[in-house]
């Protein structure tokens, strides 16, 4: 019932910018904090950024002022826009949405930086 799917992934040069979406159905999106997560070959899922329902932002010490999370709650849509790439930041890239012993992830979108 619940759908978390992502888009926006893709092969960009380093230095470069991509804007991922997270369509989400299935449970009243604008009541939820939302998060993004990634995960590279070889190492664990990690945080990347989180957006509550007020639209307070946290992000990971490693991408703060070049990503931006953000959502619209019309659209059941959160976003995360990506700037200054490094290829370190080559991920399957997912959106998450958690309620007590609940946790929901996406299919993915893979981001890779290479030149």
């Known amino acids: 019932q619940v759908q978390l799917v992502e888009s926006g992934g893709g092969l960009v040069q380093p230095g470069g910018s991509l804007r991922l979406s997270c369509a989400a159905s299935?449970?009243?999106?604008?009541?939820?904090?939302m998060t993004w997560h990634r995960q590279a070959p070889g190492k664990e899922r990690e945080l990347v950024a989180r957006?509550?329902?007020?639209?307070?932002?946290t992000y990971a010490d490693s991408v703060k002022g070049r990503f931006t999370i953000s959502r619209d709650n019309a659209k059941s849509t959160m976003y995360l826009q990506m700037s200054s790439l490094k290829p370190e930041e080559t991920a399957v890239y997912y959106c998450?949405?958690?309620?007590?012993?609940?946790?929901?992830w996406g299919q993915g979108t893979q981001v890779t930086v290479s030149s």
């Open positions: 998450n949405w958690r309620v007590r012993n609940r946790s929901e």
């Open positions: 299935g449970f009243t999106f604008s009541a939820y904090t």
């Open positions: 957006i509550t329902i007020a639209g307070s932002t």
